[in-house]
């Protein structure tokens, strides 16, 4: 087996394992967290591979968010309740929305600058864009998943222009996987509110 079959493995790998990560989230079932991490891992070493370093950095962070992810989500054992789903005010997504710029032009401009990387004001906002999502993923945000359908959209020419087909398709895939997670998200919300 060559290198370039090697990655094609890894990169089919990882990309199964989140869509199986984003299954799991939909159904908010915790075992998400475990298929995230595990593939983090591996895009890790993908995206370092591309030359998007930006995204290399935040596979580290979905790790880390994985973990506290997985202890956001479990069942709290003194009242067997669950983290419930909840909202953000439209004042808190305007600050959240204009750091998010702020801070990807500032890293493009960077990494424009000193590296080599590939598309840096791109990557810089995927990246920061993703970083305030998997947050508010861990802590049950409905609106995760309106982020998530931007986000996931510039992916898809990010990762196409580096030649990742199959992480472009997974991510054309997330589209779709996305409107059902926020139907099934807004459903437990109102569900919530009505109890």
Known sequence: MNSDDLLLGLEVSA????????????????????AGIVSSLI????????????ESVLQIFYVCMGIYGWSQWKVN????????????????HALVISSVVLFSFLAGNLL????????????????????????MVAKKI???????????????????SRELFFTSVLFIIYLFIIYFGYKSWLASYKNNLSD
């Open 43 to 54: 895009y890790l070493l993908l995206m370092y591979k591309a030359n998007l370093y930006m």
């Open 142 to 160: 409905l609106e995760n998943w309106i982020y998530w359908f931007v986000i996931d959209s510039v992916s898809v020419v990010l990762f196409f």
């Open 112 to 135: 424009e600058v000193y590296t080599n990387a590939a598309l840096p004001f791109l990557d810089s906002f995927t990246t920061f864009g993703a970083l305030v999502a998997t947050y």
């Open 15 to 34: 990309a199964l394992l989140a869509v199986g990560y984003l299954v799991l989230a939909v159904r908010q079932d915790i075992r998400c967290w475990i």
């Open 77 to 92: 054992k003194k009242d067997e309740t669950n983290l419930a789903v909840s909202t953000w005010s439209f004042k808190r």
